[in-house]
């Protein structure tokens, strides 16, 4: 029975890459997980069930795999090279159109909303406690919203998937932009505890004006 959820956990993540959530039908999935099509609905219920199992089946698979290089991240640079990394290795397998996928069915169903949002939130996690650690004592800390941040690099990934398709040369300057910003935190940490203190004053007076 086990052996058998997982080849249908497996199947869904397989057709949601190959043929997205417009063909994630009981009979597609079935048919990539070789079994038969009445044990979807004996093993989940409904389909909708089953892909957002396996949303989170996935992401609990990849997480654990990216987990140990997280922790070893020290700087917001080698957090973007990081990125730059699983960005390519996640598109390269296929598990970012899954997550992509997901997300735009869950506009249309809201029923894999949650489950979406879980599987996201896995990655945001992994991001989130990677920023509060590289971020604290830097000149910025104290006025950035680390768990919002979060949000928003993961995010970003997800829609780079979208938007490299397109655009491939915006996906690349989109990085790019984003490794200049990492290299400005860090030359202004650099600069020494005159000048840190000097933009964290700045810093609060341009927060305090905006509210």
Request: charge should be negative; glycine fraction near 10%.
């Amino acid at each position: 029975m086990g052996d058998t959820r997982t080849r249908l956990l497996e199947g869904a993540l397989e057709t949601l890459r190959t043929q997205g959530i417009a063909g994630a039908s009981a009979r597609a999935v079935a048919t990539a997980a070789g079994v038969n099509q009445a044990l979807v609905f004996y093993h989940f219920g409904t389909v909708d069930e089953l892909l957002a199992a396996a949303l989170r089946y996935g992401s609990e698979q990849r997480v654990t795999v990216y987990r140990e290089r997280f922790a070893a991240v020290t700087t917001l640079r080698e957090l973007l090279d990081l990125g730059r990394s699983l960005h390519a290795e996640e598109r390269e397998a296929g598990n970012l159109a899954v997550l992509a996928q997901m997300l735009a069915g869950s506009q249309m169903d809201g029923r894999l909303a949650p489950a979406t949002g879980a599987g996201l939130g896995m990655w945001v996690a992994e991001v989130e406690e990677v920023l509060q650690r590289v971020l604290t004592g830097t000149p910025i800390a104290e006025f950035v919203d680390v768990a919002g941040l979060a949000r928003a690099t993961a995010a970003a990934f997800v829609g780079l998937e979208l938007y490299e398709g397109v655009d491939e040369d915006g996906a690349k300057r989109a990085f790019d932009s984003l490794e200049q910003l990492a290299g400005l935190v860090a030359a202004l940490d650099d600069m020494g505890p005159l000048v840190r203190r000097t933009v964290r004053a700045r810093l609060r007076k341009v927060n305090s004006t905006d509210k």
